[in-house]
């Protein structure tokens, strides 16, 4: 027995569903963002974990470039990023299977592909001031950045 479409129903042609479904993947694929093929998300940090930490422990599985972690404010959001030198370091970490869990500090870490959002407009970002939203305020060079921000001494002071 056939099913008849009752009146008013939307009957949709192969290539308009299609169509649908090729805008619904490109407009989830911009909210999720591109793939960065030489980082990884680091999930699981603590307040008590900083980049020179973050760096010396994956320098054990490749020469590490950048490495930042997300605060809002003086507050790890618990992730950030690592960046390589190398995409192969990247792909070992994600594909390859490890015999114990990567552990720092006490605190077992999650690591993910990392994704570039792809805005390329200005606007206000959570917590971190005016800055144009493409930026890339994920990175940081670990020499930069040898744990909490302090106040810069007082040049008036002897």
Do not use: C
């Not at 404010?73 to 070992?92: E, H, N, P, Q």
């Not at 890339?136 to 302090?150: F, I, K, L, W």
């Amino acid at each position: 027995m056939a099913v008849e479409s009752a009146p008013g129903d939307d009957k949709r042609t192969n290539k308009e569903v299609n169509s649908y479904r090729d805008n619904e993947r490109q407009k989830f694929r911009e909210q999720q963002g591109e793939l960065v093929l030489d980082r990884i998300y680091v999930g699981g940090l603590g307040q008590h974990i900083y980049e020179k930490d973050l760096y010396g422990f994956f320098s054990q599985f490749g020469e590490v470039s950048y490495v930042g972690i997300i605060t809002d404010g003086d507050y790890s959001k618990g992730y950030g990023f690592v960046t390589f030198a190398r995409k192969d370091v990247v792909r070992g970490l994600l594909e390859e299977p490890h015999d114990e869990p990567l552990v720092l500090k006490g605190r077992v870490l999650t690591i993910g592909p990392a994704r570039q959002k792809q805005d390329n407009s200005w606007g206000r970002g959570y917590s971190q001031g005016w800055r144009r939203q493409r930026d890339n305020y994920s990175q940081a060079r670990v020499e930069d950045h040898e744990g909490p921000a302090s106040a810069a001494p007082d040049s008036s002071i002897p």
